[in-house]
């Protein structure tokens, strides 16, 4: 287990990250899981309370006996005239017959409308968000607005959403298969999603990828149960263009090592597509550059009269652990609300914030905090230093309010500083 | 779908929502509690017990006091120490609040999600991020990863940690 994440600096301010572990957990996709576990847990819940309810349950079906039937599907039928009946009956071939495509929904796709673009508190543009059919997005209430510096038009934001809800689809829909796909034991079999790609070349037999900075050119077989796939429907394969169309595919492929922790080797031999997914949208409303033109706001959770950038990038400044066996380190209260401000001003003892809503409030700190952090920025990450005008991200021990409020220390359970989304590993340029 | 409305469906009688519950969690539940117990088949037994115990006591959790998966994870931790003292071994409660840390939910506010999938994406050789997505997203044992990939538990683990030492150079 990684442990090596925490670090103290001077004047009682505890810097903190989360443990690659950690990271990695949160980062689970939709989908994902054992569901050999989740089963047997439902199953013992279920049996649990079949138990304790037992009495309830004999009850109720007691009081359920003499309650008239519905009538059913069948009954209904028997009631039709015989022409009907067979007319119903030509339908019903015609509809089977389509099963295998009418059938097959592995996903289904985001229906996302932005509203009228306004100005917000930071200066950027910001449109309101209706979203729906999006597994990965469903917060309620959500705004999206253009990242500092960005030239994005507004207008392509339903679109960039539309991209993130489609990839994650996609993503979520390989790692199912990879799992319904139960690995052979003794080979180095790689089951997984590509990123979007343009530039395949797509024969009736075959799909070749060209190289890239991970991979050499694969070329992958196309079987008769490689399936084609769009907004998460069958389709045909002849709807994908030989080449050129924004596609993200679902690949089997084997890669050999001359031992236990020898180099693998990428084997061409027998490598397959499950599928072929064609997207809806051009590739570059995919890629993690265009993605990051934009952030989401939602109301703060605990605040909802102010908004919270959703799936903010920033770095741990204070964070507060208790201790159990230390009564100097109690912990703190629940309830446990957040929210997010710039720094208007600090001292040695405080710092304010101005939220969303335009409120101001006032949190206690370390002595001499915002000052100590900036003495020592080596040891804190990537060289931050901070100032009035950043924008903080803190959790606290408090209760929703609309007004101006001070804030003990005693209830402050961490504060991040906040960076605007970025694609460039170290690029910390401030919210 | 949020938590605060999986909680009020069960308030209402729809016990089978629980299960998007389960699923949420059981990954890093699992995780967390063979940190603590140093066996992966019982700390499957912690987690179901945890996850049975919360469902139980679901009319004392107070959604708008705490989150449900701290909630969750203390009776993980706290149930875990009990089974540990049970059964005689070594059970400092200061070592096991060290390593309640390392897997606990972490702040919700810092989500980085596309940027790690990308990263795992990226892991070479291919078996690493076999390994990884096994392990931390389909929740499956070394026991298990090992017998897919024919290779010894222990290879499973260095796999993990290497993959792991990857990951934190690229996210870092």
Not at chain 1, 234 to 246: E, V
């Amino acid at each position: 287990m990684d442990i090596s994440c925490q670090g103290a600096a001077k004047g009682g301010v505890i810097v903190k990250k989360p443990t690659i572990e950690q990271r990695l957990i949160d980062a689970q996709p939709e989908g994902y899981g054992n569901q050999d576990f989740v089963a047997r847990t439902m199953d013992a819940i279920e049996d649990a309370h079949r138990k304790t309810h037992a009495h309830e349950i004999f009850s109720r079906t007691i009081r359920t006996m003499d309650v008239n039937k519905k009538e059913t599907f069948i009954m209904k039928l028997k009631q039709l005239p015989i022409g009907v009946l067979i007319a119903l009956a030509i339908a019903g071939i015609g509809i089977t017959s389509g099963t295998a495509y009418a059938a097959f929904q592995a996903w289904q796709s985001a229906v996302v409308k932005t509203g009228k673009a306004t100005t917000n508190q930071d200066g950027r543009s910001e449109v309101p968000v209706d979203i729906a059919q999006c597994t990965s997005i469903n917060d309620e209430d959500i705004k999206a607005e253009v990242s500092a510096g960005s030239t994005l038009d507004p207008k392509e934001i339903a679109k960039l959403l539309q991209a993130r809800c489609e990839f994650d689809e996609v993503i979520a829909y390989g790692g199912k298969l990879s799992t319904e796909a139960r690995l052979p034991l003794t080979s180095n079999i790689d089951i997984g999603s590509s990123d979007v790609v343009t530039d395949y070349r797509l024969s009736g037999y075959s799909i070749t990828i060209p190289s890239s900075a991970y991979s050499p050119e694969k070329t992958l077989e196309i079987t008769p149960d490689t399936l084609f796939i769009a907004r998460g429907a069958l389709i045909k394969a002849s709807d994908i263009k030989p080449t050129g169309d924004s596609i993200m595919y679902v690949s089997r492929e084997r890669w050999t090592s001359a031992g236990v922790g020898a180099p693998q080797v990428y084997d061409p031999f027998g490598a397959s597509v499950l599928a072929i997914i064609k997207m809806s949208l051009p590739a570059r409303y995919y890629s993690q550059d265009m993605q990051a033109k934009m952030s989401l706001r939602v109301p703060c959770e605990g605040n909802p009269s102010d908004s919270c950038v959703r799936n903010s990038a920033g770095l741990m400044i204070y964070s507060y652990t208790s201790d159990e066996t230390d009564p100097s380190k109690p912990a703190i209260p629940q309830p446990i609300i957040y929210i997010e401000g710039r720094i208007t001003k600090y001292n040695d003892t405080s710092l304010q914030i101005k939220t969303s809503s335009g409120r101001l409030l006032t949190f206690k700190t370390p002595a001499r905090f915002i000052d100590s952090f900036n003495e020592y920025p080596k040891e804190h990450f990537e060289d931050v230093k901070l100032a009035a005008g950043d924008m903080l991200s803190i959790a606290y021990n408090g209760v929703a309010s609309t007004g101006n409020q001070t804030i003990e220390l005693k209830a402050i359970s961490y504060m991040r500083v906040l960076f605007n989304p970025s694609t460039k590993v170290g690029e910390n340029v401030k919210y | 779908m949020d938590e605060k409305t999986i909680l009020s469906r069960i308030a209402g009688g729809d016990t089978d929502a629980y299960r998007l519950l389960v699923d949420r969690y059981h990954v890093g539940l699992i995780i967390h509690c063979e940190g603590l117990m140093k066996d992966r088949d019982h700390a499957e037994d912690v987690a179901q017990e945890a996850f049975i115990k919360a469902y139980q006591r679901l009319d004392t959790f107070d959604a708008n006091k705490a989150k449900f998966s701290t909630w969750l994870y203390r009776i993980a931790t706290n149930y875990a120490i009990d089974e540990l003292r049970k059964r005689k071994h070594f059970a400092d409660v200061e070592d096991i609040e060290a390593l309640v840390d390392v897997t606990m939910p972490f702040a919700p506010m810092f989500d980085e999600k596309d940027a790690v999938r990308r990263a795992v994406a990226r892991l070479m050789p291919p078996h690493y991020r076999q390994v990884i997505e096994a392990y931390f997203w389909h929740g499956k044992s070394y026991k298990q990863i090992a017998a897919e990939h024919g290779i010894p538990t222990a290879t499973v683990g260095t796999w993990i940690s290497r993959a792991k030492a990857q990951l934190k150079e690229e996210l870092s």
